[in-house]
């Protein structure tokens, strides 16, 4: 299974960015699919989980700014990103979750100036 995350980049603050994370097959067959975040020095944390039926959940820091989405068809999850803070600059990568194991994404560079 392969992961392939994408739309990182360089945003000023208050803007917005969508990343797209695309698999390699269905993502139906994923129990949950998940967007991850490392900052610098810092260790990865969850963003935000989208349950197979579409149940999605943030983190505190993010909820109301940033929306996880997919489409079956595309076999994407996408992250829309709005009223960036500097603070959410960060290597963001997606996930996908079944049967015990978890499978990553690459990684997509998002940094925000101030």
């Known amino acids: 299974v392969q992961l392939q995350a994408s739309g990182g980049g360089l945003v000023q603050a208050g803007g917005s960015l969508r990343l797209s994370c695309t698999a390699s097959r269905s993502i139906f067959s994923f129990n949950l699919m998940g967007w991850y975040r490392q900052a610098p020095g810092k260790q990865r944390e969850l963003v935000g989980l989208?349950?197979?039926?579409?149940?999605?959940t943030y983190v505190d820091s993010v909820k109301g700014r940033f929306t996880i989405s997919r489409d079956n068809a595309k076999n994407t999850v996408y992250l829309q990103m709005n009223s960036l803070k500097p603070e959410d600059t960060a290597v963001y990568y997606c996930?996908?979750?079944?049967?015990?194991?978890?499978?990553w994404g690459q990684g997509t560079q998002v940094t925000v100036s101030s």
């Open positions: 996930s996908g979750y079944v049967s015990g194991t978890y499978y």
């Open positions: 989208i349950s197979n039926v579409g149940s999605v």
